[in-house]
């Protein structure tokens, strides 16, 4: 049983909201977003792939508990909801270029690990809910 429908249209709500606000920080001029470090040696990541990584993955989590439970299974939720991030990040990036930023196959790749990663955290904080609203009732 997925999580109870007003509870996945918040997350739903969530993740549109967020998506927008995500698609105008990624398309703000290179200038305005001057205070993000993009520091050269931090490490073994660039802090720009790693805010990639984690944009993308807040996306994949509010997917998954948005949109999760609206398929007969796991598996068809999360393939479907990949290629949405896939086709989202790649937009994202082909887009950028017309309002003075760079597109970077490196910045999509990173979308789509923390788009991955935030999915499967999304299913598994899904499980978890559903299974305390269960418990609670």
Known sequence: MPLPRHVRTVFAVCFWAYGLILLIATH?????????????????IDPDKLLHMAAYGVLGLLAALGY???????????IALFALLAVW?????????????????????????????????????SRWLTARLRSAA
């Open 68 to 78: 999760g439970g609206r398929w007969p299974n796991t598996l068809s939720a999360a």
């Open 28 to 44: 703000a001029p290179a200038r305005e977003v001057q205070f993000i470090v993009r520091a050269a040696d931090y490490g073994l």
């Open 89 to 125: 990040g790649f937009v994202d990036e082909l887009t950028q270029p017309l309002f003075g930023r760079l597109a970077d196959v490196s910045d999509w790749v990173c979308d789509l690990i923390g788009g991955a990663i935030g999915l499967a955290a999304g299913f598994a904080a």
